[in-house]
């Protein structure tokens, strides 16, 4: 796709609270080379990053659970079952994934490998997702974790093996797209 195929007409805020939403006006250029005005809401929360700890002689995976209020009444009770993950604030990566998944499961790892990045909603979402693996076990817990309180973080640590967790995709009691990704690749490549 040539550079030249987007030119943007106005952008208008229309909300920057604790997030950014965006109205963009702007003109494409259709692959017959004709050009169309089109308009779309962008929701710009930074990006993010996403970690799946995992346990190789035990063949489990740690994850968390936390309320998660924009799924709460849309056929979910809310509580999210999900891998550790937090917005960078400009952080890199492999930085904030670091102290991300101490602060919510309470584990310290040393290495962690980048597997992929994702778009998750790019209909409407600007966030880039960095998605990590890392091994854990009994020994690299350094704390209880559960995240910022002062935040309303109130997150639950759970143990899980692989299969169980996989069983919990197909049942409908792990529902969060990061998760069931890396579920997926851990089955195919690391377990
Ligand atoms: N006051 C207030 N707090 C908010 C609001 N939205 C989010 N927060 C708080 O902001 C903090 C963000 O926590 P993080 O752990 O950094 O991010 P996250 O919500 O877990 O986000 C991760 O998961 C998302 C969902 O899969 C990902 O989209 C994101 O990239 C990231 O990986 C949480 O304490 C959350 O409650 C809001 O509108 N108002
Ligand atoms: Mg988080």
Redesign the pocket.
């Given at each position: 796709m040539p550079d030249d195929h987007i030119r943007i007409h106005q952008v208008e805020t229309l909300s920057d609270d604790?997030f950014l939403l965006k109205k963009t006006t702007f003109d494409y250029r259709r692959r017959d080379g004709s050009w169309q005005r089109q308009t779309r809401e962008t929701y710009d929360r930074g990006n993010?990053?996403?970690i799946l700890l995992y346990n190789r002689a035990r063949r489990t995976v740690l994850l968390v659970r936390q309320f998660r209020f924009p799924t709460y009444g849309n056929g979910h009770d809310g509580f999210l079952i999900?891998t550790a993950?937090?917005?960078l604030d400009r952080a890199s990566p492999e930085e904030r994934i670091k102290a991300?998944v101490e602060e919510e499961t309470g584990y310290r790892v040393g290495e962690v490998r980048k597997v992929f990045e994702a778009f998750?909603s790019p209909g409407s979402v600007t966030?880039r997702?960095y998605f990590f693996v890392a091994e854990y076990d009994a020994a690299s817990r350094a704390s209880e974790g559960g995240g910022?309180a002062e935040?309303?973080?109130d997150i639950e640590v759970l143990e899980l093996p692989l299969e169980r967790a996989l069983q919990m995709i197909a049942s409908g009691e792990i529902a969060?797209g990061?998760t069931i990704m890396l579920l997926q690749y851990a089955a195919l490549h690391l377990l």
């Open positions: 604790w993010g990053a996403t999900e993950a937090g917005l991300e998750m966030e997702l910022i935040e309303g973080e969060d990061k």
